[in-house]
């Protein structure tokens, strides 16, 4: 039968009360339960490097080998021109900001349920660390109208419309970048049959994640999203006006991914990284928080049908370059990713086949 990605959260549930979301705003000095130190997390070193993430021009005539270039040595890179009006993107800043403005009890209407994924929350990454992070979240998959209407018993309708627009468009931007990327290996269409007829990834599921970061009172001793990889093939990420994006690479350390007007982030995610056998990184990533300003994210996180077997392609395999990685499932890779979090590529890595994995 087919399966969609909430079935995924039915059989691995979180637990996460939701007596753990503070009042961010009444909190004077961070509690110890929000005090990070290089012992909850051995990645929470500060940022070191003036590096900088490619700023790619989608209209460049040379565009797929500089995405090409930016998924091999960064597994992400930044935007422009990239078709997405910029008065949509204001209009999901503006959902955004006005979803985390509601009252905490409205806000709780929409909760996210334990076994489920849609709705109001902590991050789900919670479960793995010891301190909280310094953020709400609200997850959107299918349709959000039962959820708006919670919180929005009289205008849910006019924020449903944003939502369906910001798909659409986003649908479209994330298809067009997994061409660009995968042609810069010599894939063609013909290579990936799940792209459908006319390669637009038709059969392709999505979530989009906003996020809230408060603004923080000590935000040195604060993390508002512990560094993580994301489970998807794409990540495409609008962030508002306010820096608070790091991203990691093992030679350069943590740099800040400065915010652009306009201008989207691109993250290589775990399933592109299986599917090019390892040639593109998924790459690691986290949020800092401020003293000055919220600041609003929100991820279009982008996969293919849950059901669908996803291995290393065989253009990118030879007797050189044996497969890294066991053909898996959507849905098997979250499951693993529930239990093993960010150990999961190199867990399966040691497997042939998925049916050994549990
Ligand atoms: O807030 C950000 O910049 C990052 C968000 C993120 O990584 C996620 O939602 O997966
Ligand atoms: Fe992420």
Redesign the pocket.
């Known amino acids: 039968m087919h399966s969609t990605l909430s079935d995924v959260f039915i059989s691995h549930p979180i637990h996460i009360p939701l007596s753990n979301l503070p009042d961010f705003t009444s909190l004077r000095h961070l509690p110890d339960s929000y005090t990070w130190t290089p012992k909850d997390d051995l990645l929470f070193s500060a940022s070191s490097s003036d590096e900088s993430l490619p700023f790619i021009d989608l209209s460049d005539p040379h565009v797929a080998t500089r995405v090409g270039h930016a998924c091999t040595t960064w597994g992400a890179f930044q935007i422009t021109n990239h078709g997405v009006p910029s008065r949509l993107l204001d209009d999901i800043e503006f959902l955004t900001g006005s979803l985390f403005q509601l009252p905490v009890n409205r806000k709780l209407k929409a909760a996210r349920r334990e076994d489920g994924i849609s709705g109001y929350g902590v991050a789900r990454i919670a479960s793995f660390f010891n301190k909280q992070m310094w953020s709400e979240g609200f997850t959107v998959i299918g349709s959000p109208l039962d959820d708006f209407h919670k919180l929005w018993p009289r205008q849910h309708l006019k924020y449903c419309k944003i939502i369906q627009e910001y798909e659409e468009h986003m649908q479209k931007l994330a298809a067009k970048l997994m061409w660009l990327a995968l042609g810069a290996l010599g894939v063609e269409e013909k290579d990936i049959e799940w792209a459908g007829p006319i390669s637009d990834f038709q059969g392709a599921q999505a979530a989009i994640?906003l996020?809230h970061?408060p603004i923080c009172p000590e935000p040195d001793r604060a993390m508002?999203?512990a560094a993580?990889t994301?489970s998807t093939l794409l990540?495409i990420?609008y962030?508002n006006n306010t820096a608070?994006?790091q991203i990691f690479r093992d030679d350069v350390g943590w740099i800040t991914v400065p915010p652009v007007p306009g201008s989207l982030v691109v993250n290589v995610g775990d399933l592109l990284h299986i599917l090019t056998n390892g040639i593109f990184p998924s790459v690691l990533?986290r949020?800092r928080v401020n003293h000055l300003r919220s600041r609003f994210?929100m991820?279009y996180l982008w996969g293919p049908p849950s059901d669908l077997m996803i291995s290393p392609l065989p253009k990118l395999v030879d007797p050189l370059h044996s497969p890294l990685y066991p053909s898996l499932t959507w849905k098997q890779y979250l499951a693993t990713k529930a239990t093993h979090f960010n150990q999961s590529l190199s867990f399966i890595r040691n497997y042939l086949s998925s049916d050994q994995i549990s």
């Open positions: 994640q996020n970061y508002g999203l993580h994301d990540t990420l962030q608070g994006l990533h949020a994210s991820a």
